[in-house]
């Protein structure tokens, strides 16, 4: 019998496992156009956590009592879709879940056999790289040159983007939390990266600025929000640009961040753009082409965080504002 | 003998008379290519504030005991340069003061006889009406039919921005501090206007943005920072472009903004924006053309809140920061 992670209630601050229920989904034949899947991998993202409030956002909240969804790959078990055969593998968003009837509306997508793992298609081949290299390139405008920052550098999309600028030709200074994950960071070609537990993110991040960066940063990629985000206004060079991707931060603490270089946004005509890597579909080829290249190449490298089985879902996804990952965090099935 | 405001010590939150000290300008003889103007009008700006302190900006700090600059119209009465002949009326950057020795690094500008009164052009026909043109429809790119939140909306610029916002057939909700300035914002055209001083900004938006705007706003004009932006930011539609114009709420408390909803950046796609009126001048002519034309045709009102005298400069300076004009501030020699 399939199972799902059902959202049992909405976490008011940061959640914990009281808010998730793991229940059998009722046994349902397949609808013309849709296929079963076993999923192999379950994506684990900070977004999800957006999903779980109650609040107006770019995609719909998590209904209570349902099955939560999120990326996923698998292999087509059972099919009612000519475009999916049986033995297929299938990246979508039925994600919290061992087993997901699928239909177009969970954007399936039919994977190509290119000789990588599977959970790659999760990562810098999926949603994760995607996220990085628009949010870089398309969103910041990022170009050959620039001293970019980028905060939680160790993680997912953070060490993605280290790699994407670097690939660029550009200057990266990163931020993570602890020697170890910046030790990994400088590995992937960030020229300097603060460690954010070691002490307060603005000196750290005007040495580093100093000593790679001309004294100022032309690019910031912000993951977390709050001290990173003031310190990034504080040091922006004239007509900066930053790509608002998350805020982890500030997504379960329900206070109000302190921000005491906002006012920089005039003087040094700062640009902050939001963005989700769906605004930037039309650019998918591009991505796929450097993405692949890059691959085969060697020049883009990944660490998993890997959680087994389903009944670890929540814990993984806790983990996550903990900062328990380096790279990406995965629960294998 | 002619008399400038010297700067004589920079205020560290709230300048005072103190920072301030008028002295006699040394006599000295034109040099090929300046003139002499005798100004008429001083403009008083809150961007001025920022000159003060001693930061990096995209100005330079004013000089401690040096005389201080800002915008300014006068006649010429003297000249060793040609094309601002003793007579001319003539807008530059020689303010704080009675008599100026202007050359080419002060920006002169020899105005045209169209038949506006002189203090026009330090308002809707100069640097504050260009601000506001420039910001609304080059920064924030609004466009007919979008829902414009304008803070500061009594304001010099403010009142601009709501002026030109209707004339290019925008909705517009604006903010100002008192019945009786907001009644003058609801006349310049803006659909509602929501009182800051009778209680909080964002529950007041929320209603104008239910009553006049599908429930979110399109476009902020940001001239004051601190509440109002997290009001805009918690009621903004997706892709809604924010002009950062000013932070006069800031300038002068040292106190961190508190910011709630700032993490929408993500989820909306918001796009925050700096600017300076400068990085726009390619635009003047069709700035002029549009402003042109509405002036003539009585789509371009202003008031004017009036300091006589060049002793009463500071006192009209520190005014702004308490609310006490609406429209321009001036100082008439």
Redesign the interface.
């Given at each position: 019998m399939a199972r799902a992670w059902h959202l049992k209630s909405r976490p008011v601050a940061m959640p914990g496992p009281e808010n998730f229920e793991l229940k059998e989904l009722p046994d349902v034949p397949l609808a013309q156009g849709q296929f079963r899947v076993r999923n192999a991998w379950l994506s684990v993202d900070p977004y999800m956590r957006?999903r779980m409030s109650d609040v107006k956002?770019?995609v719909p909240p998590f209904a209570i009592d349902a099955p939560m969804q999120g990326g996923a790959v698998g292999t087509v078990i059972d099919s009612a879709n000519g475009d999916f055969p049986v033995g297929a593998q299938v990246l979508h968003m039925a994600g919290w879940r061992d087993e997901a009837v699928v239909g177009p509306e969970l954007m399936p997508q039919k994977l190509p056999e290119i000789g990588v793992p599977l959970h790659h298609w999760l990562g810098n081949l999926g949603l994760t790289g995607a996220t990085a290299y628009f949010g870089l390139l398309k969103v910041a405008e990022a170009r050959e040159g620039d001293v970019v920052f980028v905060s939680a550098a160790a993680g997912a999309v953070g060490s993605a983007v280290v790699q994407i600028a670097r690939n660029k030709g550009m200057t990266v200074i990163g931020s993570a939390g602890g020697p170890e994950k910046c030790a990994w960071v400088r590995e992937l070609g960030a020229a300097a990266c603060i460690d954010y537990k070691a002490g307060p993110v603005l000196p750290q991040l005007a040495e580093a600025a100093k000593a790679h960066g001309k004294g100022g940063i032309d690019v910031y990629f912000d993951n977390v929000?709050g001290e990173h985000?003031d310190a990034a206004c504080a040091l922006a060079r004239?007509f900066a640009r930053f790509a608002?991707?998350?805020?982890i931060d500030?997504?379960n603490d329900g206070k109000?961040?302190?921000?005491?270089y906002?006012?920089?946004?005039?003087?040094?005509?700062?640009?902050?753009?939001?963005?989700?890597f769906t605004?930037y579909l039309a650019h998918m080829g591009e991505f796929q082409a450097d993405m692949g290249e890059w691959v085969r190449a060697g020049r883009m490298q990944s660490r998993e965080t890997i959680h087994d089985g389903l009944e670890s879902m929540p814990d993984a996804f806790l983990g996550l504002f903990r900062g328990a990952n380096t790279g990406k965090m995965l629960v294998r099935l």
């Open positions: 957006g956002s770019y929000g985000l004239d608002m991707c998350g805020m500030v997504y109000p961040q302190e921000m005491r906002l006012i920089r946004l005039v003087s040094a005509r700062i640009r902050m753009q939001g963005f989700i605004d």
